[in-house]
């Protein structure tokens, strides 16, 4: 296997993004793969300093990506926080360290970026997603609510 090199996407690359959002028994549920709605979003999240939606490429092909949003703030006392969102690793990758290639280039991106801390949600249903982003050093401290609109 050659070296992985995380990139910043481009709007070549929401094709397969969307791909990988929809691969899993969540996402199918929630994605629609070819809807122009997704080129309108990551327009926005391109045009957002701070917005950074990433893909993780090898050998010419993205197999895997995340979001990282910097989200100044007031609480702790006006520290800067990082949100992870949407990590994705491609199927036929999974188990292999891409995941944790990803979420230590977040992690370090953040701190990069003077965030004081790193945060992410994950679906309740994925057991397996956090035993692994326990193993990462994230820790379950808090209990998040939606609302959907």
């Given at each position: 296997?050659?070296?992985?090199?995380?990139?910043?996407?481009?709007?070549?690359?929401?094709?397969?993004?969307?791909?990988?959002?929809?691969?899993?028994?969540?996402?199918?549920?929630?994605?629609?793969?070819?809807?122009?709605?997704?080129?309108?979003?990551?327009?926005?999240?391109?045009?957002?300093?701070?917005?950074?939606?990433?893909?993780?490429?090898?050998?010419?092909?993205?197999?895997?990506?995340?979001?990282?949003?910097?989200?100044?703030?007031?609480?702790?006392?006006?520290?800067?926080?990082?949100?992870?969102?949407?990590?994705?690793?491609?199927?036929?990758?999974?188990?292999?360290?891409?995941?944790?290639?990803?979420l230590t280039w977040a992690v370090d991106e953040a701190r990069r970026r003077g965030c004081a801390l790193v945060q992410l949600?994950?679906?309740?249903?994925?057991?397996?997603?956090?035993?692994?982003?326990?193993?990462?050093?994230?820790?379950?401290?808090?209990?998040?609510?939606?609302?959907?609109?």
């Open positions: 296997m050659s070296e992985i090199h995380i990139r910043r996407a481009r709007r070549s690359d929401v094709e397969v993004i969307v791909a990988m959002l929809a691969d899993d028994h969540l996402g199918a549920g929630r994605e629609t793969p070819g809807d122009p709605a997704y080129l309108r979003a990551f327009d926005a999240i391109d045009a957002d300093p701070n917005q950074l939606l990433v893909v993780a490429e090898q050998d010419g092909d993205v197999v895997g990506t995340l979001q990282l949003t910097i989200i100044p703030g007031l609480s702790r006392r006006g520290a800067t926080r990082a949100l992870v969102e949407a990590v994705r690793v491609r199927s036929v990758r999974r188990g292999g360290g891409l995941g944790a290639t990803l949600t994950s679906d309740a249903a994925r057991v397996d997603a956090h035993r692994f982003y326990e193993r990462l050093g994230f820790q379950a401290s808090h209990v998040g609510f939606k609302m959907m609109l």
